[in-house]
């Protein structure tokens, strides 16, 4: 039987294993993961309705609850997800449910007919909605107050 030994630093047997990771496949699947996050939250982010919301000077912190849109062409949006006039109170309650706060948020269009979101904030206290709040928006530069006379 003959006796092995260890090769020494200065002798190489051809058999080496290389012990280092590559790490350029692993940067490009989070650099492409990184593209895809970055799109999907553009787009996530824009899928609102645009809505010209009234300006208020005295605005404060919008409280935390269901959010119902109305926009100018008359669609109404529970929570981010359009309904038609005949669901609004089960989509209500659904909501309602799910949601810590039970205050229901308008965010009507400057555009809409005050009836109209009376009505849909009439439904929404018949849904168990136990407070109502109106989204506004600062004014902006050169706007007056909805108050004031011209």
């Given at each position: 039987?003959?006796?092995?030994?260890?090769?020494?630093?200065?002798?190489?047997?051809?058999?080496?294993?290389?012990?280092?990771?590559?790490?350029?496949?692993?940067?490009?699947?989070?650099?492409?993961?990184?593209?895809?996050?970055?799109?999907?939250?553009?787009?996530?982010?824009?899928?609102?309705?645009?809505?010209?919301?009234?300006?208020?000077?005295?605005?404060?912190?919008?409280?935390?609850?269901?959010?119902?849109?109305?926009?100018?062409?008359?669609?109404?949006?529970?929570?981010?997800?359009?309904?038609?006039?005949?669901?609004?109170?089960?989509?209500?309650?659904a909501a309602l449910a799910k949601a810590k706060d039970k205050?229901?948020?308008?965010?009507?269009?400057?555009?809409?007919?005050?009836?109209?979101?009376?009505?849909?904030?009439?439904?929404?206290?018949?849904?168990?909605?136990?407070?109502?709040?109106?989204?506004?928006?600062?004014?902006?530069?050169?706007?007056?107050?909805?108050?004031?006379?011209?």
């Amino acid at each position: 039987m003959a006796i092995h030994s260890l090769p020494s630093a200065d002798e190489s047997t051809g058999d080496d294993i290389v012990a280092e990771i590559n790490i350029t496949p692993l940067t490009d699947i989070f650099l492409v993961l990184l593209i895809i996050f970055m799109v999907t939250t553009s787009v996530i982010s824009s899928q609102g309705k645009e809505v010209d919301l009234p300006s208020s000077a005295v605005a404060s912190q919008t409280p935390a609850g269901v959010t119902v849109t109305l926009s100018a062409d008359e669609q109404i949006a529970v929570d981010g997800q359009i309904v038609k006039d005949d669901q609004l109170a089960p989509a209500l309650e659904a909501a309602l449910a799910k949601a810590k706060d039970k205050v229901v948020i308008l965010r009507g269009d400057r555009d809409v007919v005050l009836g109209r979101a009376v009505g849909i904030l009439d439904v929404a206290q018949e849904a168990g909605a136990k407070g109502i709040a109106l989204a506004t928006k600062p004014p902006g530069p050169g706007e007056k107050k909805a108050g004031a006379k011209k």
